[in-house]
């Protein structure tokens, strides 16, 4: 069962750091200079990062393990999510989210399959949490805004970040291989 509540607090985390930045894209804006129609590469920016490690991400579970391949991605999502903070140009915050979205990628499916490897006959109902999991990670992450306004994005992000490398740390003891 810890097995299983682990993989759905990364899940949950993962997910919202899939939006963490959307909240504050406006105030990135004003902060950076830059226009409201260029803002949109910063989601854009993690979509391509996703989409270009799907493929390799199941290769590289292959090869060193779905386990190991989900922490890395949600290592490098994480620790993305804690530098960007700390940019002061637009090109390096667009950089860091394709970074963050490349983590995304490797973590999805890996985690997925650790998730139903020691109970196969729960397939469904396990994936059907953990896609419930994205939902609530997602509600949290468009949520963040409140945390912004109270503690200004970038501490805000940073958060997010470290809450990440809390459910990596957790995922280390507590996720089987």
């Not at 190991?68 to 993305?80: A, E, N, V």
């Not at 994205?134 to 468009?142: N, Q």
């Not at 501490?155 to 280390?172: D, K, P, Q, R, S």
Request: glycine share 8%.
């Amino acid at each position: 069962m810890k097995h299983e509540l682990s993989i759905y607090f990364s899940r949950t985390i993962y997910a919202a750091q899939w939006y963490i930045l959307a909240p504050a894209t406006l105030a990135i804006a004003q902060a950076e200079n830059v226009s409201k129609a260029l803002i949109g590469f910063l989601p854009f920016a993690f979509i391509i990062g996703a989409a270009i490690t799907q493929i390799p991400a199941a290769y590289l579970s292959s090869k060193i393990s779905p386990k190991k391949t989900f922490l890395i991605g949600l290592f490098i999502l994480s620790f993305s999510d804690i530098i960007v903070p700390f940019t002061n140009k637009f090109i390096y915050a667009i950089l860091l989210r394709v970074l963050a979205g490349l983590g995304a990628g490797l973590y999805f499916s890996p985690a997925a399959a650790v998730l139903v490897s020691k109970n196969k006959e729960k397939s469904a109902t396990l994936m059907g949490l953990y896609n419930a999991a994205f939902s609530i990670g997602g509600l949290i992450g468009l949520s963040w805004g409140i945390v912004d306004a109270i503690l200004g994005w970038r501490l805000a992000t940073f958060i997010g970040g470290l809450l990440g490398l809390i459910a990596f740390a957790e995922n280390i003891f507590f996720v089987n291989d």
